[in-house]
């Protein structure tokens, strides 16, 4: 996953890679938030054998439960940018600045595809799972409002669905990038709860 994640991030860098280029910043963005996370992993992986944390079941789950949220959260990504719709030949600009592939994998009219209604449980039973397990309070109010799925209040006061509000009629860019900068936060998080046990035990 990690060479598939890599080179999804090549093309992306690559599209972007002219300063005048509209799609220059997310690009720069996209590897900044992938080197990070490249940090993060081998941090969380360093403080899982620690004396303290390498039996502690409490630590197990909270990295079971990443683990596997993020490989949903990469393949939902690689179905995006591999998605068979994208023309390969044509200027990547125009590629990643349409909003179909993302409105097509999330959205069939108006109702959700069975990915989008996926995509909303994935991260609320990831929360909850995590939420249970982290004893800091700041890091819980962290927690809820990255990982929030509640409907959002727009400008004019009006409450949308979470994953209208986020994702419809989005650039597949930006969706990429934020996609990715979710999986830093989330990184982040299991992060900071090994260093808080490792502190309390």
Same mark, same amino acid.
Do not use: W
């Given at each position: 996953?990690?060479?598939?994640?890599?080179?999804?991030?090549?093309?992306i860098?690559?599209?972007?890679?002219?300063?005048?280029d509209?799609?220059?910043?997310y690009?720069?963005?996209?590897?900044? #938030?992938?080197?990070? $996370?490249?940090?993060l992993?081998?941090?969380? %992986?360093?403080?899982?054998?620690?004396?303290?944390?390498?039996?502690n079941?409490?630590?197990?789950?909270?990295?079971?439960?990443?683990t596997?949220?993020?490989?949903y959260l990469?393949k939902?990504?690689s179905?995006?940018?591999s998605?068979?719709?994208?023309?390969?030949?044509? =200027?990547?600009?125009?590629?990643?600045?349409?909003?179909?592939?993302i409105n097509?994998?999330f959205f %069939?009219? =108006?109702e959700?595809?069975?990915?989008g209604?996926e #995509?909303?449980?994935?991260? +609320?039973?990831?929360?909850t799972?995590?939420?249970e397990?982290?004893?800091?309070k =700041?890091? %819980?109010?962290?927690?809820?409002?990255?990982? +929030?799925?509640?409907?959002?209040?727009?400008?004019?006061?009006?409450?949308i669905?979470?994953?209208?509000?986020?994702y419809?009629?989005?650039?597949?860019? $930006?969706?990429l990038t934020?996609?990715?900068?979710k999986e830093?936060s989330?990184?982040?998080?299991?992060?900071? #709860?090994?260093?808080?046990?490792?502190?309390?035990?």
């Open positions: 996953m990690k060479k598939i994640t890599f080179l999804l991030l090549l093309v860098t690559y599209s972007c890679k002219q300063e005048n509209p799609y220059f910043m690009g720069l963005l996209n590897s900044e #938030f992938d080197n990070s $996370s490249e940090i992993k081998v941090q969380i %992986a360093e403080s899982l054998l620690n004396d303290k944390l390498i039996n079941e409490s630590v197990k789950k909270y990295d079971s439960l990443t596997e949220y993020i490989k990469d939902t990504y179905d995006l940018i998605s068979p719709k994208i023309k390969k030949d044509e =200027n990547h600009d125009l590629e990643f600045s349409k909003k179909e592939y097509d994998l %069939a009219e =108006n959700y595809t069975e990915k209604t #995509f909303i449980s994935k991260m +609320n039973n990831y929360r799972g995590i939420l397990l982290i004893k800091d =700041n890091l %819980a109010k962290r927690v809820k409002l990255t990982l +929030n799925t509640k409907n959002i209040r727009n400008v004019e006061g009006k409450k669905d979470y994953l209208n509000y986020i419809q009629d989005k650039p597949l860019i $930006s969706v934020f996609m990715k900068n830093k989330i990184l982040e998080f299991e992060n900071d #709860f090994l260093k808080n046990r490792k502190l309390n035990e």
